[in-house]
């Protein structure tokens, strides 16, 4: 969910792994490793969360995503099916 929007369901092992949206995959990305060998630092996502009262055109999550197009900002984009149980709002999701 992001701005009070859906933005992907699938079974938790699914999205944990194969996570279609962009802000899943980003969210995966920038928590810490508990794996004490991975140097990596988390990936902090970027810009900021817009405000409630002021939401952009489009998919909310576009001024952030790395993936947007014109699309993205003219409208929200409804469920697509990735897999089994697994849907995501987004016209250019990650795992497709």
Do not use: N, Q
Request: hydrophobic share 40%; net charge negative; aromatic share 6%.
């Amino acid at each position: 969910m992001y701005c009070g929007k859906i933005v992907e369901t699938a079974p938790v092992a699914e999205l944990l792994d194969r996570p279609a949206h962009p802000y899943a995959r980003a969210l995966i990305d920038c928590m810490p490793s508990i794996d004490a060998a991975d140097l990596e630092p988390p990936v902090p996502i970027p810009g900021s969360v817009p405000l409630l009262d002021s939401l952009p055109e489009g998919c909310y999550f576009h001024p952030r995503c790395s993936r947007a197009s014109g699309e993205c900002t003219a409208r929200f984009p409804a469920p697509a099916t990735i897999g089994l149980a697994h849907e995501a709002a987004c016209y250019h999701p990650v795992a497709a």
